[in-house]
């Protein structure tokens, strides 16, 4: 008999595994080229933003004009709007930034829950990266490491078992949502320094949009991303399915 204080396919090794997970790409930057290992999903995270930025602009009636990621790892989004753009409008647009990370990995968690959506999600995500890739990226980062990220994601769609699948979906959740963090500096600062130009952060475009200091809108955003994504979780974790086995040992 199999013992120890976890059961193989639990809910617990499921949740230990996304933190410890996530603990790795936490940590990995602090290790000796720690930095280039981390590097594509540090690119990731940043499209997220900066497509959280573009998309909103786009709902909002401006023209989304292009997506740039830089080799340190920050980027931006540019988009234009014919006329006088609305106070509010700028804000959601400002907002969908730092929110769009935890959208997209509320999202991603949630499809984890259904069998039936686990490739297709990943199939929608690789697409949505090539297709901004060829439209609104315009960046030398941009153009070799999304369509390398995509077509893993592609691979991993293919290839990898069941589980494996899963666990993919809900790390790449889990991974936009630790992004947060690698931005809270950001959030809790009123401007920031984006290729060599020092800009407004989103939190301070909040703030001169409409009112309250920049920081109370960095917390009520931290408090948004922590129930979706904790919401989006504790949802799938509780809906496992029972055909998605992760190989066991015999003792």
């Known amino acids: 008999m199999a013992r120890g204080w976890i059961r193989p396919g639990s809910q617990e090794e499921e949740v230990g595994r996304l933190v410890i997970a996530g603990a790795v790409v936490v940590l990995v930057p602090g290790l000796p080229f720690g930095n280039w290992l981390i590097y594509p999903f540090v690119i990731l995270t940043t499209w997220f933003h900066e497509m959280g930025h ?6 909002m ?11 340190d790892g920050s980027g931006f989004a540019q988009s234009s709007y014919r006329g006088q753009a609305s106070a509010w409008s700028r804000a959601l647009i400002s907002a969908g930034g730092p929110l769009g990370p935890s959208i997209v990995g509320s999202l991603l968690i949630l499809a984890s829950s ?17 297709i901004s ?19 893993g994601i592609v691979l991993l769609a293919l290839k990898a078992s ?17 992004s947060m963090f690698r931005d809270w500096d950001y959030l ?8 060599g130009q020092v800009l407004l952060s989103d939190t301070g475009a909040i703030e001169e949009a409409l009112f309250l200091p920049h920081w109370v809108w960095a917390i009520l955003i ?26 066991r040992s015999v003792r």
């Open 222 to 247: 931290i408090l948004a991303s922590g129930l979706m994504i904790g919401a989006s979780l504790k949802y799938a974790l509780a809906h496992k399915p029972t055909n998605a086995r992760w190989p």
């Open 114 to 130: 259904r069998r039936k959506y686990w490739r297709p999600t990943l199939f929608t995500l690789a697409g949505v990266m090539a």
């Open 188 to 195: 809790f600062s009123e401007s920031a320094t984006i290729g």
């Open 162 to 178: 069941d589980a494996f699948v899963r666990f993919g979906l809900q790390f790449l959740g889990v991974l936009a949502a630790l």
């Open 133 to 151: 890739t060829l439209i609104w990226v315009r960046s030398p980062v941009g153009f070799i490491v999304l369509p390398a990220l995509a077509a």
């Open 61 to 71: 009636g401006y023209d989304f004009e292009r997506l740039v990621l830089l080799a």
């Open 54 to 59: 573009g998309l909103t602009a786009l709902l």
